[in-house]
């Protein structure tokens, strides 16, 4: 009888996992050796130097290979579809190094900053890389984009800050035609909202740091894919350019995931009621969330996006507050039980001004073009009490 498979609530606690073989603990040591003993030159236990193999990472890498449901099966002790790295832009960076000189990418054009600052400005410049920005959230877009240098299609969905959604299956669907590798950051929906590579995707993207280490006191960037011939090139560039995530950064996220099936419904639960509040209020302009009938694609999101096989909107609000920048500084300097702050999907609540903080490398034409206004607002709804978060948005809003 085959064995059954695992389903999230499970996967996030045993996914890749098992107990120490020396000591039986049951979470996976912090192995902070840079070194390991050979019997014979060349002749080791599966590890030689901590850059290319660690235990602690591989558990990791295991574990999100399990749960974005990578096909590519563990050798021996390491896991091939899934890759840790010190950053979510460490791993970009060294998925770009798959690309050579000239080479074309088709990118969604509503793009984390530090992903644009990234493509455009470093590697636009050192690689000679060439990036056009497009409306994916139309896939017919995506065709009169590519070129016969397009090597890489790269989206977000849904999109930081302004939560539009990518039809996955529909690009995909294009990349494989075209012969062109796919890439989703999935940063945040979490493998628990959406699967990216289930809907053919070549290769999946994370900031460690948001929703999987949740308590805002990591850094980290995974990548996962199910191309056996992508594992072997991303895991030599990973070992070659030496961007890893340490061993005890590696236990942190690991420690993280453990509960990222119960803090994500939470995350989502309270998403929607604010989001639902914040539509209702008459000093908010417009609210996009995907959870919402008013997002222009709340019908892609319900066949898209699901935790507990129900659909859900995430956790990220965007909102815009009547008025300009004074109004939305005003705002953004009253609230207390959010924290004024950079990132995102931590147990807390944070809050932030997009154009002038995670977007400012984006120029300010595009910024204008995206809708990155100076009266919208990020929202990263934590797991507090909503009744708490919504009675400090309603005093900072009185502030307006």
């Known amino acids: 009888m085959p064995e059954r498979k695992l389903r999230p609530w499970s996967l996030v606690i045993h996914g890749g996992q098992h107990p120490d073989p020396a000591t039986g603990a049951v979470m996976p040591p912090v192995t902070l050796a840079s070194t390991y003993a050979q019997r014979s030159p060349g002749v080791h236990q599966g590890y030689e130097y901590s850059r290319s193999q660690n235990p602690t990472r591989h558990a990791l890498e295991r574990c999100m290979a399990s749960l974005e449901g990578s096909t590519l099966t563990p050798e021996e002790d390491v ?6 790295f010190a950053s979510g832009l460490a791993a970009t960076a060294t998925l770009l190094e798959l690309l050579d000189s000239g080479d074309h990418v088709v990118a969604m054009d509503d793009l984390y900053g530090g992903t644009y ?9 050192s690689q000679g890389l060439r990036v056009t920005y497009v409306d994916l959230t139309d896939a017919r877009h995506l065709e009169a984009a590519i070129t016969e240098k397009t090597r890489a299609i790269w989206i977000e969905s849904p999109t930081n800050p302004t939560l539009k959604l ?9 990349g494989k035609r075209r012969g062109i590798m796919t890439v989703c950051d999935n940063t945040f929906a979490t493998p628990l909202l959406q699967q990216p590579l289930q809907h053919g995707f070549d290769v999946v ?3 460690a740091t948001k929703y999987l280490g949740g308590h805002s006191d990591l850094i980290g960037g995974v990548l996962v894919t199910n191309r056996a011939d992508l594992a072997e090139r991303l895991r ?22 453990k509960t990222l099936a119960v803090r994500m419904r939470q995350h989502c639960e309270n998403g929607q009621r604010i989001a639902e509040w914040l539509e209702s209020h008459p000093k908010v302009e417009r609210v996009i969330f995907p959870g919402l009938p008013s ?20 956790g990220m609000i965007a909102a815009y507050i009547k008025g300009g920048l004074e109004e939305s500084r005003r705002f953004l300097e009253a609230v207390r039980l959010f924290t004024l702050a950079e990132s995102l999907g931590g147990v807390e609540s944070l809050i932030e001004h997009a154009a002038i903080m995670t977007h400012a490398s984006v120029p300010p034409e595009q910024r204008a073009k995206l809708g990155i206004c100076d009266n919208l607002v990020r929202i990263s709804v934590g797991i507090e009490d909503c009744d708490d978060l919504i009675a400090d948005l309603e005093r900072a809003l009185e502030a307006v």
């Open 79 to 84: 896991c091939r579809g899934g890759l840790a």
């Open 117 to 125: 600052r990234l493509m455009t400005d470093v590697r636009g410049r």
């Open 166 to 174: 990518a039809d996955l299956e529909a690009i995909a669907a294009i």
């Open 205 to 207: 993207m994370h900031s």
């Open 236 to 257: 030599y560039l990973q070992r070659a350019i030496g961007s890893i995530l340490s061993p005890f950064d590696s236990y942190l996220v690991l420690r993280g995931i």
């Open 295 to 314: 997002h222009p694609q709340h019908e892609l999101a319900r066949r898209q996006m699901h935790l507990d096989c129900h659909p859900v909107g995430g």
